[in-house]
């Protein structure tokens, strides 16, 4: 919608914004906080991959750290083992995310609700159990180590500056893909599954097609991101890729609201810094966390991103045009 | 495979199949009446196992009457989750997605509040029973096995007995088969809502006591379990109380003998990957007839 009223103001907005990010690695000098965000960088694109799955296909994932650590261990094991560039092993990552997308999706065409949520963390926890079990390959419990760093024309990825670099431009891009799914013939395809998957079907549409295919995007995303944190940070093993962490992306993708492709990122930038800053609170800091997921699950039923409408709604009643009101609460009740 | 071969793995698994059965069917029960998945179930296992230990190890209180105390106290834990956290979350008229994270944060404190009070050390929960096994030929009995046998299928036949022939029971009922109809015939389903997750969190407390002389006590207990019991659950069909009891011991087998007869590494991921197989035969559970949806 916005590209259709795209102006020169809008314009340099845009660019304004490009720039301040890309200023990021000199404002914030504190490594540790650049590492932070490299890491929300890489959760970002999980969770951008589940909000397609999740939010525009209907179809809930509690596994999705399985497909994160497929892309992890496979780069990382295509890169030690056989010596191959970061690109080519991010791409077959991806390539063998998807297929296990596709496997996992053919039980999950027949499933819906708490039957697929079942499904997706069996998944999660097969993948995490064979990589425990594994051993020859995956070194089991220990993990593997000494990952290698990315490099691109002789010059080594391995700063936390360079890797902020590399991997933003990647949420960018997955950004505007995921963007252009959603706005495309596709995205609207899987909002109709979501909203009357047998009306879809009546209509025409091919819903199991498109649902194997939400999953393998939302796999394929999950991979690509599985593959930089492996090199990011040099070490992969499987207590990293448990069920809790599956969990850990639902929360982002709620919380930040699961229908917004901009969602994921507000909410891996907002759970990860909540819990950070509750560090000082040492043992209680759980105790918050969980209360602020509770609380974000009562009061924003769409999230952080759906809150556009309700923040609108009461700056227009103090500036009183009531009649606006009236209409966003009409639509709102539409959403549901 | 010899027949001892099979007893063995039988007597090893129906015990932990009665505690997954047990915690499926608070899956279950509340699947049925309100609709949603209460993932702070397995926490009420971990409550239960906490409260029980404090009142008969530290206090030393009889076994039973710490049994009588622990249930009732996990019920109203259970209450109040439904009270505050499912009410508040009808009342916005929130997708199911929102009412797992809701229930997730409510695990989250409930963990966490047991890691400030009890500490991070595993406790040893001592058996009321006694620990001396039986020996019938080359199988070994341990009473403990016996008694959480005994006591989760005593359990299981008093929720039937509740569920048959009270007048709660039969609203309950009522409520799980058509909700809207339930309440126009003046029942309340909200009532409804409040005794299925307070009989829930009490049979995960009585699950919770019962398994802590097998597992140690510990804060974070309640995960794994809790998970356990919402496989067996939606493997049994969720909302299908005989279903949620024959997917616990289902369960409980298959991890048995895949531990015994494969590898114990790849107990779970097998349990799992059967699971997920008999999700894709049979979509609604192994017990549960499949019902397409026409329009």
Not at chain 2, 40 to 57: K, P
Request: charged residues 10%; positive net charge; glycine residues 12%.
């Amino acid at each position: 919608m916005e590209r259709y009223k795209s102006s020169i103001p809008t314009c340099l907005y845009k660019l304004g914004f490009i720039a301040v990010i890309l200023c990021v690695p000199y404002i914030i000098r504190n490594l540790y906080y650049l590492h932070l965000i490299n890491l929300i960088g890489i959760y970002c694109l999980v969770v951008i991959g589940l909000n397609i799955l999740t939010g525009y296909t209907g179809q809930i994932s509690m596994g999705q750290a399985g497909f994160f650590a497929v892309g992890a261990y496979t780069s990382a094991l295509l890169m030690m083992k056989l010596g191959l560039s970061f690109w080519v092993a991010t791409l077959i990552a991806a390539v063998v995310a998807a297929v296990l997308g596709i496997i996992i999706a053919i039980p999950a065409l027949r499933l819906t609700g708490p039957y697929l949520v079942m499904a997706t963390v069996g998944f999660g926890e097969i993948i995490r159990l064979i990589l425990v079990n594994w051993v020859p390959v995956t070194r089991g419990a220990a993990g593997l180590t000494a990952i290698p760093a990315p490099s691109l024309f002789g010059f080594r990825i391995i700063s936390e500056k360079s890797f902020f670099y590399l991997i933003y431009i990647v949420v960018a891009l997955g950004i505007l893909i995921a963007v252009r799914i959603s706005n495309s013939k596709i995205g609207r395809t899987f909002i109709a599954i979501r909203e009357d998957e047998l009306a879809a079907k009546s209509m025409g549409v091919p819903t199991n097609t498109y649902k194997v295919s939400a999953f393998a995007i939302s796999a394929i995303y999950a991979g690509i991101a599985g593959s930089m944190f492996g090199c990011f940070s040099g070490v992969a093993s499987p207590d990293a890729f448990t069920f809790n962490d599956s969990v850990g992306f639902l929360c982002m993708s709620i919380i930040g609201g699961s229908r917004s492709i901009y969602g994921a990122f507000i909410g891996s930038v907002t759970l990860t810094f909540v819990s950070e800053l509750l560090r000082f609170m040492q043992l209680y800091r759980l105790i918050i966390y969980g209360a602020i997921l509770l609380l974000t699950a009562i009061l924003m039923p769409q999230g952080l991103s759906g809150m556009g409408p309700v923040f609108r709604k009461f700056s227009h009643r103090w500036k009183g045009k009531r009649r606006l009101h009236g209409n966003i609460q009409h639509s709102q009740r539409k959403e549901r | 495979m010899k027949g001892w071969d099979i007893l063995y793995y039988l007597v090893n698994g129906l015990p932990i199949g009665a505690i997954y059965a047990l915690v499926a069917l608070g899956y279950s029960l509340i699947y049925a009446s309100a609709g949603v998945l209460n993932w702070s179930q397995g926490d009420m296992v971990m409550l239960g196992a906490f409260i029980g230990y404090n009142l008969h190890c530290l206090l030393g209180l009889n076994f039973i009457l710490a049994l009588l105390i622990t249930t009732p106290a996990v019920a109203c834990i259970g209450m109040l989750v439904e009270r505050i956290v499912l009410r508040s979350l009808r009342k916005r008229s929130s997708p199911p997605v929102n009412v797992v994270i809701g229930t997730l944060g409510v695990a989250i404190i409930c963990r966490n509040l047991a890691l400030a009070i009890w500490g991070p050390d595993a406790q040893l929960f001592r058996s009321p029973v006694g620990s001396v096994p039986v020996e019938i030929g080359t199988l070994r009995l341990f009473p403990q096995d016996i008694f959480i046998l005994i006591l989760g299928i005593a359990l299981m036949i008093l929720l039937q007995y509740f569920l048959k022939y009270t007048r709660e029971g039969k609203a309950l009922r009522a409520v799980a088969q058509d909700r809207m109809a339930a309440s126009l015939m003046g029942i309340d389903v909200g009532k409804s809502d409040t005794l299925a997750f307070a009989a829930s969190a009490a049979m995960g407390a009585v699950a919770g006591i019962l398994i802590a002389p097998l597992f140690f006590v510990t804060f974070n207990m309640g995960a794994g379990i809790g998970l356990k019991g919402f496989v067996a659950a939606v493997v049994g069909g969720l909302g299908n109380i005989p279903g949620a009891i024959g997917g616990g011991f289902f369960l409980g087998l298959i991890e048995s003998f895949a531990s015994g007869k494969i590898s114990s590494g790849y107990r779970d991921a097998i349990a799992f990957t059967v699971l997920i197989l008999i999700l894709w035969l049979k979509p609604a559970g192994l017990f549960s007839k499949i019902t397409k949806e026409t329009v």
